[in-house]
C-alpha cells in the first residue's frame, strides 16, 4: 500500500527544526520512519535554505551543516517543479504572491499523485482551504496520526 503523501509548507519544516516534538516535529517522524510521504519543490528548499539562519540559536547549525540538511531533503522527498493551476481557482483567495509557488508545487504533486494535502501553520495559505486541501499540522494529525481499529491493518501512519 503506498503511504499517503502531503507537501510540507517551510514553517512545517522550520517548526521541526526548531522544535522537534511539536507536532511538525512529529509529522517529520512519521516522514523518517517511512509512514509517510513528503513532496517538496526547488522554491520550499531554497526558502527553507534562505530562513535557517534564523533559527541558528534553536538548532546550533553550521553553514555548511544548512546546506547539508537542504541537501538530505532534496533525495529524502519527492522534489516537483511548481506547476501551474489552470482552472481557475489558483489566484481567487491567494492574498500574498509570494506564496503561489508553495500552492504550485502542491498543484505539481496532486497532478503526479504524489500527495494529498499541503501541511502548513501559515494563515495566508491555510485561507485557500476553501478552493484546496490546505490544513494545518495538528488537523492533519487529529485525522491521519492515530490509527483507528478499523484502520489498524492499513494504516499508513502507524506511529
Do not use: K, Y
Request: net charge negative; hydrophobic share 45%.
Amino acid at each position: 500500500m503506498a503511504n499517503l503523501g502531503v507537501v510540507l509548507g517551510t514553517n512545517v519544516l522550520m517548526s521541526r527544526i526548531a522544535f522537534p516534538t511539536s507536532m511538525p516535529g512529529r509529522i517529520v517522524g512519521a516522514w523518517r520512519h517511512s509512514h509517510l510521504d513528503v513532496v517538496l519543490s526547488p522554491f520550499i528548499l531554497s526558502e527553507l535554505r534562505r530562513v535557517l539562519p534564523r533559527l541558528s540559536h534553536r538548532h546550533g547549525l553550521s553553514e555548511a551543516e544548512m546546506d547539508d540538511l537542504v541537501d538530505v531533503l532534496c533525495f529524502a522527498a519527492h522534489v516537483v517543479e511548481p506547476a501551474p493551476c489552470t482552472d481557475g481557482r489558483r489566484g481567487r483567495h491567494l492574498r500574498d504572491p509570494a506564496d503561489e509557488p508553495i500552492l504550485a508545487t502542491l498543484v505539481a504533486a496532486r497532478e503526479a499523485q504524489l500527495a494529498e494535502a499541503l501541511l502548513t501553520g501559515h494563515g495566508d495559505l491555510l485561507a485557500l482551504s476553501v478552493d484546496w486541501p490546505v490544513v494545518t499540522p495538528a488537523a492533519f494529525w487529529a485525522a491521519h496520526g492515530r490509527p483507528t481499529p478499523r484502520r489498524c491493518e492499513t494504516a499508513a501512519l502507524v506511529l
